[in-house]
């Protein structure tokens, strides 16, 4: 016993060692997910970031109705990647929402334009506000929220094609 | 051939890397101090221990990113309105977990971390000193 007793300290720092070592060969992901999911959305009223589409306001995402609220800007190159997953996604009948970063009208119109636009409404977050106050960290980053405002799932980054279908899940779960 | 090379170089040094910045403005308190010189030190003070997001390892204080900078008008607004700074810390800490605060919370698990050490000097000493007490017999 007292023998077993005298390699607790080894092992101990054996243990230590080992997180260590383990924190420097795999480094934390560098993305931060939101502390939101499972939360109602925050208050927040955005104007319109263009002329053709309404602003968003949170009551937006309390209309019974799961939607997706795709946080992007024109300046963000994986938001163009996104940009014909999104399309997929409004064809399929997911209603999205969408908050431009720092953006500037014409910026946003030109993007539209060239990447296709899936969005019913579009607030414009000037210097990202909303987007704090949402605890998303970056563009493009995609929130799954429920009829009754709660938001259900963050997705970080661009949706990619292998993502379909758990965002879909997701907005059926949410109903 | 010199010279090509010599100008090809003086060119890559005076071009600018691309980076995912957007065309607008910085946010109106990023890079302004506020009027009163409490609260700028209150909203400093509180700036320099909260975790830029996208520039990991630097504080908001510390960062040019844009993001920080919001951060940064963000906070020098809501104190500007009287808001405490611990309140906006919680805040933040609400939205993006412990993860966003250099001044982490006390918590269960922070006990261990201050703990630990003691207890395994404690154990340290006991066997170094049942051992010299052998020793000595």
Redesign the interface.
């Known amino acids: 016993m007292r023998k077993l ?2 390699w ?2 080894l092992m ?1 720092f054996a243990l230590f060692a080992g997180v260590l070592l383990r924190g420097l060969i795999a480094p934390e992901s ?1 993305t ?1 997910s ?3 999911v499972g939360k109602a959305v925050p208050d927040f009223t955005l104007p319109a970031a263009i002329a053709s589409h309404p602003g968003l306001s949170s009551a937006d995402l309390k209309s019974g109705k799961p939607v997706l609220l795709n946080i992007f ?1 024109s ?3 994986p938001c163009a990647t996104e940009a014909p997953i999104l399309l997929e996604l409004e064809k399929q009948g997911v209603e999205i929402h969408a908050i431009a ?4 009208p014409e ?1 946003v119109v030109a993007f539209l334009r060239q990447h296709g636009d899936p969005y019913a409404r579009i607030g414009s977050d ?4 909303v ?5 998303s ?2 563009v493009p980053e995609s929130f799954v929220i429920d009829g009754k405002g709660i938001v259900r799932m963050q997705h970080l980054g661009d949706i990619r094609a292998e993502d379909v279908p758990k965002i879909l899940a997701a907005l059926k779960a949410a109903e | 051939m010199m010279i090509r090379g010599l100008i090809l170089l003086i060119l890559a040094g005076l071009s600018a890397p691309v980076l ?5 403005d910085a ?2 308190y990023a890079y302004v101090q506020l009027k009163d010189p409490a609260k700028e030190r209150q909203a400093k003070e509180l700036m320099a221990t909260i975790r830029c ?2 520039c ?1 390892g630097q504080s908001i204080a510390d960062s040019d990113a ?2 920080a900078g ?2 940064r ?2 906070i020098r607004e809501r104190i500007e309105k009287g808001e405490k700074p611990e309140a906006i810390r919680a805040w ?6 412990d ?2 605060t250099y001044a982490p919370p006390t918590r269960g698990s922070s006990l261990v971390l201050w703990g630990l050490p003691l207890v ?1 000097l404690m ?2 000493t006991g ?1 170094a000193m049942s051992r010299i007490r052998r020793k000595a017999r």
């Open positions: 007793l005298l607790v300290p101990v560098g931060i939101s502390k939101m800007a300046w963000c190159l970063i720092r953006d500037k910026d000037v210097s990202s506000q987007q704090i106050s949402l605890g960290s970056g | 995912a910045d957007s065309r607008m946010a109106p997001l996208v990991q844009e993001m919001d951060m008008s963000l933040l800490v609400e939205r993006y977990g993860w966003v395994l154990f340290g066997l």
